[in-house]
């Protein structure tokens, strides 16, 4: 027998399980950390991919207001390190702390506590410049700059739209939608409007297993285009190993250098997966927030299980199904182009949510699934069409009932930083 862990929270959750039923154990790969991180990202600062350096881009800094965008507390970035080394460096081409205003790309999640904010940005950073949250549904807030090309809405923070330099700072892993996350993406949805948030993730929600891991798609570039017309510069751009420490950092042009940083995620991030199994375990490690976010690790799993058969869900789930948006139970197990088409037809209040439950519902038709978590009960899954067990053993034998005893089973460790690439697959 070989006893599995899956990550949970600060620790891990194990099951036992015979090897010769193992048919893959997917975790992502651990580079060394960069020896010295803040060299790290003072080297990125100072040799810009696709893009003039810093200094060129401020040019004479007097007067001029210098907006950064950074990731809120659901996201592990390395937040205070980046924006310390970033702030010194601006300090030094002659911007003042007052000419810096930090803005938390919530997107549509809950305003970040001042004692959130200044655990997140770090004392030094927090005593020196202004920190505020995103106002995704203040239009006083927001300025709209008309559509993209894909006739998306461009409603976007107006500080940062305002600002004369305009920067953000995020970090690279799969994601279902855009393909990678970083880039872009902290603009959309990070600083956006509902409206420009609700169209571009309904754009993406019926489709999204075209692009997990796949950067050049449709929802990415539409991403891009938003963050043109909203302004953003110069990006500066993460990528992290198991450990959470510092592997490498990009900075530069929004798609130049967003590219070359995917590049390095691969190597840790994209794993070849030799056929898919009858059983998979997933854990939704590190999107352990909610089912709004955990969501990302069952997409990894569907998509190496066989069409139809089980996976088990590890999702901690802390704060519930979404208490931002509890459209999630409220659809209950509304069928995912029927809830689309309630957002087409202007049905739906939270069109935001609703994308979720679609992405959600799509996943629920590829598989069976088995959902293990300490903050959504058992009666919040079954009403969105999902099983329940409390815990891994309960999970697997209530698979491998369903599955046979000697079904084949994989392993996903991480499942929210995972781009699998499938060798042998089955078509449902």
Not at 138 to 144: G, I, K, Q, T
Not at 295 to 310: F, H, I, S
Not at 324 to 351: A, F, Q, S, W
């Amino acid at each position: 027998m070989k006893t599995v862990s899956i990550p949970w929270l600060e620790g891990n959750r194990s099951v036992e399980i015979a090897e010769e039923h193992i048919r893959f154990i997917a975790t992502p790969n651990n580079p060394a950390a960069a020896p010295d991180p803040d060299a790290e990202i003072l080297y990125a600062l100072t040799n810009p991919v696709g893009s003039a350096g810093l200094q060129a881009l401020i040019g004479e800094s007097e007067g001029k207001r210098v907006a950064v965008v950074i990731d809120d507390n659901t996201r592990v970035t390395p937040v205070e390190r980046v924006l310390t080394v970033l702030i010194r460096k601006l300090k030094e081409l002659g911007v003042g702390y007052d000419q810096v205003v930090v803005i938390l790309a919530l997107g549509s999640h809950r305003y970040m506590t001042p004692e959130e904010i200044r655990r997140r940005v770090g004392d030094w950073c927090y005593e020196r410049v202004s920190v505020i949250n995103h106002e995704y549904k203040d239009p006083a807030e927001l300025v709209d700059l008309g559509t993209t090309s894909q006739g998306t809405p461009v409603i976007i923070n107006r500080v940062f739209y305002e600002s004369d330099i305009r920067l953000c700072i995020g970090n690279i892993i799969p994601q279902f939608i855009a393909g990678w996350s970083g880039g872009a993406k902290i603009i959309q949805p990070g600083i956006s409007g509902a409206d420009t948030t609700a169209r571009v993730h309904l754009n993406g929600s019926l489709t999204w297993p075209e692009r997990l891991g796949n950067p050049e798609n449709d929802i990415r570039h539409d991403m891009e285009e938003i963050a043109e017309r909203a302004g953003l510069q110069f990006i500066i751009n993460t990528v992290l190993n198991l450990n959470e420490q510092i592997y490498k950092v990009v900075a530069g042009d929004i798609i130049a250098a967003h590219r070359k940083g995917v590049e390095y995620a691969k190597e840790i991030y994209q794993l070849i997966i030799p056929e898919q199994a009858d059983i998979v375990i997933a854990g939704s490690y590190p999107a352990n927030k909610d089912m709004w976010q955990a969501d990302k690790g069952l997409a990894a799993a569907v998509l190496t299980v066989k069409p139809g058969r089980t996976v088990i869900w590890a999702a901690p789930c802390i704060e519930g199904v979404s208490p931002e948006h509890p459209i999630l139970l409220r659809l209950k197990d509304t069928p995912p182009r029927r809830v689309y088409e309630m957002c087409e037809n202007g049905e739906i209040d939270d069109v935001v949510g609703a994308t979720a439950h679609i992405m959600i519902g799509v996943m629920r038709e590829m598989a069976n699934v088995i959902l293990v978590s300490d903050g959504v009960s058992r009666e919040e899954s079954e009403s969105m069409g999902i099983a329940w067990a409390p815990d891994l053993k309960t999970a697997l034998s209530d698979a491998r009932e369903r599955e046979g005893l000697d079904a084949s089973i994989g392993i996903i460790t991480h499942g929210a930083d995972l781009a699998p690439l499938v060798e042998k697959s089955t078509v449902s």
